[in-house]
């Protein structure tokens, strides 16, 4: 273990159990719970996580009976405790006394009590009361046995992140203040020369609130800045208390990293600020194969942790209730799913949640006790879960090993998705997902990485998404293919600076040297026009997008054959210093991103792995032994090769020189 916190006190096995709020059931059901929870191997629950009105009844009236006898009966039945700070909702008193603390949003409606999450960041009331309840709680259970982890908040960012009241305002000018130091610096940095926005004094400075026309980009996007840097000061201050008064207790609060409903924190940045990386990964339950988000999502994760192990706070045993239509698990499909967050670097897997409430906006919500109680296929299915996750123990601390990366910046797609762009057909998050599907399809294990990491690691480097890009960056691709890298890039990328801005010259100004072309202008295509793209033996389809690109050192590959830009080229190839840098001017399906990768991955020197479709392969290597997990998502038995001979940790059986892992099944075997 690379750092002293960096794993639940006491837990010497993966962790599995779920979110459990004995809260919403009489006490003498919490014995039947840990009878339960020790019969399906249940290792660590995450509890009163919304329990603040039960804790703090009225301001400074406390009532911490029922979580001391709650722990004291986990600790009795060896279960470990990730303790929730209730700081996502302040109590019903709390805000009879601060009803500012309430959140407005940007047309200026302030929301009510009743759900979760309604909170100001910026409120310092809020601030207090948040802190007061974290060094109750740490004072109290800093030592109580069961404690393994602390839990701070949950998921940050959602439902709401940013708040526009005037307490708002004043702190966004405070932050403006840091950052600029001088109007005339924010005048510049905001174009304000645009539209007659210049400032004079900064109290005209506010939040971006709803304005009758396209408002002010650059302003837009620190705002965006302002409310992650916001919410993540709090985060801080729990953090720091929790450091402080409950020391050697790691603390995590848990992201959403690759869900489209939370993007408006950058995780880049939450990631070095926590001890253990905790992720929350919901499928979208209709998306066909949508394993290969929920891979995405682990990798990111993954990322975000720094290469770190990290930890599956909460899935679903099977269907959620908050999506259109809430599609239940096929038998298998919980196990394939746990397994394959395992496989790329979580240390368990944990739920939402233990026991499905009878009551309250989740009561139709999957749970690992479902309210057909044991006699069902979830019930059946989570206790040889738990078996399983009982026999990988040693995978504990090991390592994903990627074969390429992906680059992604939270900053670039909040910029992207302001008002008025060439095409809004063009989402950067839909592009990340197509292009991780192609390295999916094509057996790669993806790291993803941020613009500036450095990236000499990786022989293949893919660029789904960047409108924004800094000149660290620039300078950081540009190094990557110099020094020998296969770089990759598709269209609308390296346009804009970190204030969206052009810098002087033709697109992409980032990356005109890199790529050795410019683009003369975009051409976005109609609603369904589809463009084609003839080249290298083979013919791909565009839609949305096409462009004028003018090769400046690089070759065309592939050409538009019709289309606005037809007999121009399409994707390009640049050799540069040792590498190679390449660029996709439309926007392709997964299959046909796939041809250009084909192409990259020999450049890179990538030998592609010959698997079946939808049979995941996964190594994680560790100290002593390597792990391959493969996960057979198809419906007919599989058949992987096999480096060494080795051991099959879930049937213990030996394996030689190829592993069969039927329909549906999970395999992992360990090599020496
Ligand atoms: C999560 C949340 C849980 C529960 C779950 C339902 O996002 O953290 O508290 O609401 O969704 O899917």
């Not at 233990?354 to 979830?378: N, V, Y």
């Not at 940790?649 to 394996?655: K, N, Y």
Request: glycine share 8%.
């Amino acid at each position: 273990m690379d750092h002293p916190l960096s794993w639940p006190l006491g837990l010497d096995s993966l962790a599995y159990g779920g979110d459990y709020n004995p809260e919403q059931w009489p006490e003498e059901v919490w014995r039947e719970d840990v009878r339960l929870m020790r019969q399906a191997g249940v290792t660590m629950v995450s509890v009163g996580i919304f329990s603040w009105a039960l804790l703090e009844i009225e301001r400074g009236m406390y009532n911490f009976g029922w979580l001391d006898r709650l722990l004291d009966l986990l600790d009795e039945n060896g279960i470990r405790a990730d303790l929730g700070t209730p700081t996502v909702v302040p109590p019903a008193w709390f805000y009879r006394e601060h009803p500012e603390a309430l959140p407005v949003n940007r047309e200026g409606i302030r929301y009510e009590f009743g759900g979760r999450g309604a909170i100001c960041h910026s409120s310092p009331a809020y601030q207090d009361a948040a802190l007061s309840i974290t060094e109750k709680l740490a004072r109290r259970y800093a030592t109580h046995p069961a404690l393994a982890l602390w839990h701070v908040h949950n998921e940050y960012g959602v439902p709401v992140s940013a708040c526009y009241c005037e307490t708002s305002a004043a702190h966004f000018r405070r932050w403006l203040t840091d950052r600029y130091r001088t109007l005339p610096e924010l005048n510049s940095a905001w174009g304000t020369a645009f539209w007659g926005q210049r400032y004079v004094q900064w109290q005209d400075v506010r939040p971006p609130r709803l304005t009758p026309t396209a408002g002010n980009p650059a302003q837009q996007l620190d705002w965006a800045r302002f409310t992650n840097d916001a919410i993540l000061d709090n985060f801080k201050r729990e953090r720091d208390m929790l450091h402080r008064l409950s020391p050697g207790i790691p603390v995590t609060t848990n992201f959403m990293t690759a869900l489209s409903q939370c993007e408006s924190l950058d995780y880049w940045a939450w990631g070095r600020e926590v001890d253990i990386v905790s992720n929350d990964h919901y499928l979208v339950a209709e998306a066909e194969r949508n394993h290969v988000n929920l891979a995405m999502s682990a990798d990111l994760t993954r990322a975000v942790a720094g290469g770190r192990p990290w930890l599956l706070l909460e899935h679903s045993t099977s269907a959620v209730n908050w999506q259109h239509r809430n599609i239940a698990k096929r038998p298998g499909e919980l196990a394939r799913n746990s397994m394959a967050h395992v496989a790329r670097g979580s240390e368990g897997a944990m739920f939402f949640q233990w026991r499905a409430s009878r009551f309250g906006a989740e009561k139709f919500h999957s749970a690992m006790l479902p309210h057909a109680g044991t006699e069902s296929r979830i019930w059946r299915e989570v206790v040889s879960l738990g078996a399983d996750l009982g026999s990988l123990g040693s995978v504990r601390g090991s390592r994903v090993k990627a074969d390429a990366a992906i680059l992604w910046d939270w900053q670039s797609w909040w910029a992207q998705k302001l008002e008025w762009r060439p095409s809004t057909d063009l989402d950067p998050r839909e592009r990340a997902d197509t292009w991780y599907a192609a390295a999916y399809d094509h057996h790669l294990t993806v790291d993803f990485a941020h613009p500036e990491a450095d990236l000499g690691e990786y022989p293949l480097v893919l660029v789904p998404a960047l409108y924004l890009m800094t000149e660290a960056s620039s300078r950081n691709l540009a190094r990557y293919v110099r020094n020998g890298g296969t770089l990759v890039v598709s269209c609308f990328s390296g346009i804009v600076d970190s204030h969206d801005t052009v810098p002087p010259g033709p697109h992409p100004g980032a990356l005109r040297d890199v790529l050795g072309l410019t683009v003369e202008e975009f051409a976005p295509l109609r609603a369904g026009e589809q463009v084609l793209l003839a080249g290298e033996g083979q013919q791909l389809t565009g839609d949305v997008w096409s462009e004028f690109v003018v090769p400046r050192g690089a070759d065309t590959v592939w050409s538009y054959v019709d289309g606005p830009a037809a007999g121009h080229p399409a994707i390009t190839r640049h050799p540069l210093g040792y590498g190679s840098a390449w660029y996709v001017s439309s926007r392709l399906s997964a299959r046909d991103v796939g041809a250009v990768l084909t192409r990259a991955c020999s450049d890179a020197g990538l030998i592609e792995r010959r698997l079946p479709h939808d049979v995941e392969v996964v190594e994680r290597v560790g100290a002593t032994n390597h792990y391959l997990f493969a996960i057979n998502h198809s419906s007919t038995d599989a058949v992987v090769p096999l480096p060494s001979p080795g051991t099959e940790l879930l049937t213990g059986a030996p394996v030689t020189d190829e592993l069969t892992v039927p329909a549906g099944a999970t395999r992992v075997v360990r090599h020496a």
